[in-house]
């Protein structure tokens, strides 16, 4: 390394970091350092207790990279590790994963997982149009049955005379096996005609506190009654099963953000086979089924463009990204997605998705072994969850992801020692009980990703983005994520074989890192800072009386005129890099050209996805993806030239979001606005002092758009 790397007191970013931890992160009367120590104690006590020894030096270990931010778990880490984790269903702790049907895409979003799912013909087997005839109803009794409204549990007893009942249990297993209900008697065919009533009589109010989730207020059973009935309406709607399948998951997706329990992110993929792939390329045309990203599987065939249905298919695609000013559907290299089938034929027996909290019956068995049959057949099975980071079989899988932030350590060997133990410590998390065990078991899959990668590569190596892309200038910088590279495919095999496990299947990443990122400045993951300086302005309702305190301390205060009610207030924000002397040599996302992003992505994959050895060749491919959106101006790309540049790129990379930068200065509330350096100092030296500042949840989700790809 060309510069020592420099030493840092670990603290929140004083305002946005602050802000975000809040929000996202801090318990009750928490800091910094003890949401180190309550996550290191609960992964750490992942490992078996005859190993006392071992078990307290990764507590050690962990507790003191987690509290310097050399290791930064993912956002489920630091919101839920504690001592209970070893109790705990490994859900909660995954970012996000796959799913075959609608009632695990509905389980898995009701445990906040981001879900993708392959809405392949053969991959969508129930015909919804044979749904059961379906009835909601709630005892008289409950806090939450309105008169003339709803349907009592009394009034069905005496109306229905022949139905299939269901009593839906007070869990979130409970609410999914209602929609497994419905879900495998469509599949079978036989009950078209007949009565299913789902009671949600035992169904908490709403208010009522959630255990395990910090006693966040519940939603009550109306958000799912609402949305079965949303559900009824595909049947004879005369849609072919994926679409219906689509739509289902959508209604299902939209009860979870209607619940709170977080954003139901899902991303949607079609092979480019399939005859209606040019119907699902325009289906949210217009805004509809915006619940998720939809991206289009191709693979090398497509790319050779010999077909006339692979050139259509590639127009159409491209076509929808650029005028439809959304980027989608995106596009995913399938062929380049790792993919190890071994021991994947013993998924034939429908067993792949159960656990000790969730057993499906022995119908819908049935349904998924037909469903492992089909996938089994197929030449690919890998698809990407939501932001893109991880390869997973379309049956069903998880993201076990966590960050290492090389800037923040004081040398190599501190480095090296971080990445070592984000390792093994997301390696313990595939041990905890799981809905897709066997799945986890066989591949063993993790992610160990790098966020604060530019400041790392100026602050240690004094090169700037545009130096990072000139390959040979900046070759021990390459090198260094190398032997970065190496270091984690030496401990996952090691660990692996220590605690009894196969190698992971895959093990490094790039995800997008905005929450964990924020916490301290830090540009996310591979992307480019957004802006310079900036002011983040967070809404508040008029008469507030955190507003009129922000307002006497000098913070910049408006109130809006077309968001009636609202007022905003300004934080001035200043991201750690514009901190470190670049002197002018700082490139933002939208000022570095897609040509030279594409080059960033590659040069990302060659070194420390894929890596090399130390004579310069690659390594066996045991890399996931980066999670990248790439953006471009429309003012500066015309079609033509988009149209170029993906086919000449995009084929060279596993994934990416290609989408235009939207224009936000013709409105009159921006979450954040750019400023000059004047302009935020000027802002800065009217503040005369430092209240807690808060930050509008809507700017955490997916805020650099690194979902849809």
């Not at 009824?232 to 994926?242: C, I, L």
């Amino acid at each position: 390394m060309k510069k020592p790397v420099t030493i840092h007191t670990r603290r929140l970013t004083i305002g946005l970091g602050k802000a975000v931890a809040k929000r996202t992160i801090l318990r009750a009367g928490e800091d910094w350092t003890e949401v180190a120590k309550r996550v290191a104690k609960g992964n750490s006590s992942l490992i078996p207790a005859r190993l006392k020894k071992h078990r307290l030096a990764e507590y050690k270990l962990l507790k003191k990279h987690i509290a310097n931010a050399t290791i930064l778990m993912s956002g489920r880490h630091l919101q839920h590790g504690d001592a209970t984790q070893p109790t705990r269903n490994m859900e909660v702790f995954t970012n996000c994963s796959t799913a075959s049907a609608s009632f695990i895409v509905f389980y898995l979003l009701l445990n906040g997982s981001g879900v993708g799912r392959a809405y392949d013909d053969d991959m969508c087997l129930v015909n919804w149009d044979h749904m059961s005839v379906v009835r909601c109803v709630l005892d008289d009794k409950h806090p939450d049955f309105v008169w003339g409204e709803d349907e009592s549990v009394k009034e069905a007893r005496h109306k229905y005379a022949k139905a299939y009942w269901f009593v839906v249990p007070d869990s979130r297993e409970g609410w999914a096996q209602a929609i497994e209900k419905i879900e495998v008697m469509a599949y079978e065919k036989k009950y078209k005609d007949d009565l299913l009533v789902l009671d949600f009589s035992k169904v908490r109010p709403k208010g009522s506190p959630i255990g395990g989730m910090q006693d966040r207020p519940a939603s009550g059973p109306k958000p799912l009654m609402r949305a079965i009935q949303k559900v009824t309406t595909v049947k004879n709607a005369g849609m072919p099963s994926w679409k219906q399948a689509m739509f289902v998951d959508h209604y299902l997706a939209e009860c979870v953000l209607v619940g709170g329990a977080r954003r139901a992110a899902r991303i949607a993929t079609k092979v480019w086979t399939d005859p209606d792939i040019f119907d699902f390329i325009d289906l949210k045309q217009g805004g509809f089924l915006w619940s998720a990203n939809d991206s289009v599987a191709v693979d090398d065939k497509f790319w050779q463009q010999k077909a006339k249905h692979a050139k259509r298919v590639l127009d159409a695609v491209l076509h929808a990204s650029y005028h439809h000013d959304t980027g989608e559907p995106g596009l995913f290299n399938q062929h380049r997605f790792v993919q190890n089938d071994t021991g994947f034929d013993g998924y034939r027996d429908g067993k792949y998705a159960i656990s000790n909290k969730y057993q499906p019956g022995k119908k819908t068995t049935r349904m998924l072994s037909h469903l492992a049959r089909n996938a089994g057949s197929k030449v690919y099975m890998q698809i990407p969850n939501p932001c893109g980071e991880i390869t997973l079989n379309m049956l069903g899988g998880y993201c076990v992801i966590a960050d290492v932030v090389p800037y923040h350590a004081p040398d190599f060997a501190s480095a090296l020692e971080a990445f070592r133990a984000a390792t093994r410590a997301l390696i313990r998390v595939n041990t905890m009980d799981s809905l897709y065990n066997r799945e986890v078991s066989r591949t063993n899959r993790i992610g160990v990703s790098m966020t604060g990668i530019h400041e790392f590569g100026w602050n240690a190596f004094g090169y700037s983005f545009r130096d990072l892309i000139n390959e040979e200038k900046s070759k021990d910088f390459w090198l260094t994520l190398a032997a970065f590279k190496r270091a984690v495919v030496d401990e996952a095999e090691k660990y692996s074989r220590f605690l009894g496990l196969v190698t992971p299947h895959t093990n490094t990443t790039i995800k997008p890192a905005g929450t964990t990122s924020k916490l301290f400045g830090l540009s996310e993951g591979a992307h480019l800072p957004a802006m310079r300086e900036y002011i983040r302005w967070v809404q508040f309702i008029n008469g507030d009386p955190l507003v009129a305190k922000y307002k006497k301390e000098g913070y910049p205060v408006r109130e809006l005129k077309s968001y009636h009610g609202t007022t905003v207030v300004g934080f001035p924000t200043q991201p750690e890099i514009c901190r470190l002397g670049m002197n002018g040599e700082l490139v933002t996302a939208g000022e570095a050209t897609p040509e030279e992003q594409f080059k960033w992505l590659m040069l990302l994959e060659k070194y420390w996805i894929v890596g090399i050895d130390e004579s310069g060749n690659p390594l066996p491919d045991t890399g996931n993806q980066v999670s990248y959106t790439l953006k471009y101006k429309k003012d500066k790309v015309n079609f033509r030239h988009f149209k170029a540049m993906m086919k000449k790129y995009y084929s060279q990379v596993k994934c990416a979001s290609v989408m235009p930068q939207q224009e936000l200065t013709a409105y009159e509330y921006q979450p954040e606005e750019a400023v000059t350096i004047g302009d935020f100092m000027k802002t800065l030296n009217e503040i005369t002092g430092e209240l807690d500042e808060d930050i509008d949840l809507e700017v955490l989700k997916c805020d650099t758009g690194a979902c849809p790809i």
